[in-house]
């Protein structure tokens, strides 16, 4: 024991005679560290590398010259492949673009390809009173709005609570239905659209005829059967697969149904799958030219308008319905056209494209 006390005695006085930092840390408490010319003895990683592959084999060493390769050309083929898409994508927009804001002379100039020389905004001003966006009757622009957030706000509750009921709960013919459910996804609209057609047509056991009104997009989205609502029914049902069972016992320990639960539990952790959703259906709805096109003879959309562009600049801009013009000299006016569509898309994207990601890589369609 006295030996030990010695020993302490000793540790103590010396941490006291070493030479304290301005943080109060005793010098010996300090790490050795060294410089990072002072590792390896200097040598570089060039060098250190040589040294290691003197004691391997041929095959490690030919494992760790392919590993080098693709290292190396990895960058490179990373870079290629987006640059191809970039290209791809930005094109078309870049098109579009460059013929919406030239004048029509410009078409006659072969050497004018990109930049054009007369830049003017008659040609979209024409685009914008042709396709009927500044009227106030049967304006496609409101229309539009008007199917595409009521339709998609419907149909994002009605697939969300579709999709918890098939991942949370059992009940006979769970399986059966959610085949049908895929069936959605894989069968196209076009098979369905005249046994649709009958049904609205004949509405109520052919009292009513919702054609051309749009509770023909309405019911389907309020019955979870709106546009690509398979796939949507499907992004939810994995999302809540994965969440923890926990969470919805603790809900039910303190007193809340299925309904509740849902409600107050599953919602406010579903925010960026229920945002995914959400923008699937505007785009889709948005981009919709044929549902639309089947049920609706004289309600315009942006989708419709731009499907009949061609026919449309004949009258308004040719003022003449058989008129025979060549694409060439019609071009600026319809590549107006797409830009003035595309535009709120582009818009609601770049506002939201963070948020949007984040909700792709946790709805469950990858990984």
């Known amino acids: 024991m006295d030996t030990e006390k010695k020993i302490i005695s000793e540790a103590a006085d ?3 005679q070493e030479p304290m930092l301005d943080n109060q840390i005793p010098a010996c408490a300090i790490p050795d560290v060294h410089e990072a010319h002072e590792i390896g003895n200097g040598m570089s990683k060039k060098q250190a590398m040589e040294i290691r592959m003197q004691h ?3 095959q490690e060493i030919a494992y760790l ?8 050309c990895w960058p490179l083929f990373r870079f290629l492949i987006l640059f191809g898409l970039g290209f791809v994508i930005l094109t078309p927009l870049l098109f579009m673009i460059s013929y919406g804001f030239r004048d029509q002379i410009d078409m006659n100039d072969p050497t004018i390809i990109w930049i054009p020389r007369h830049l003017t905004l008659r040609v979209m001003k024409q685009t914008i009173d042709a396709m009927g966006l500044t009227q106030t009757k049967n304006n496609p622009l409101v229309n539009t709005l008007v ?3 009521g339709c998609s706000v419907c149909q994002v509750i009605t697939c969300a609570i579709t999709g918890y009921g098939f991942a949370r709960f059992k009940f006979k013919g769970k399986n059966l239905l959610f085949g049908i459910v895929i069936l959605m996804i894989l069968v196209p609209t076009q ?3 005249i046994p649709l057609y009958s049904t609205f047509r004949n509405f109520l056991f052919g009292n009513v005829n919702l054609i051309d009104h749009m509770l023909v997009m309405y019911l389907p989205a309020m019955t979870a059967n709106g546009i690509r609502a398979g796939l949507m029914i499907f992004i939810f049902r ?7 069972k926990e969470l919805e016992d603790a809900a039910y320990l303190d007193g809340c ?3 509740m639960t849902f409600l107050r539990v599953m919602i406010p952790n579903a925010g960026a799958s229920f945002l995914t959703v959400f923008l699937f259906s505007i785009v889709w709805y948005w981009n919709d030219s044929y549902v639309a096109g089947a049920f609706f003879t004289n309600t315009k959309t942006i989708s419709l308008v731009l499907k009949n562009l061609d026919d449309i600049l004949n009258i308004e801009i040719f003022h003449n319905a058989n008129a025979n013009v060549s694409a060439r000299e019609k071009i600026v006016w319809l590549e107006a056209g797409c830009l003035i569509s595309i535009t709120p898309m582009l818009i609601l ?4 494209q963070k948020h949007f990601t984040e909700g792709i890589e946790r709805s469950g369609i990858v990984g």
Do not use: H, T
């Open 56 to 58: 391997m084999n041929r």
């Open 238 to 244: 994995q999302f809540f697969r994965g969440l923890p």
């Open 147 to 149: 199917l595409n957030v």
């Open 14 to 16: 010396n941490s006291a």
């Open 191 to 193: 098979i369905i659209s």
């Open 257 to 259: 149904g299925p309904f």
């Open 349 to 352: 994207y770049a506002f939201l």
């Open 65 to 72: 010259r392919r590993k080098q390769l693709v290292e190396m």
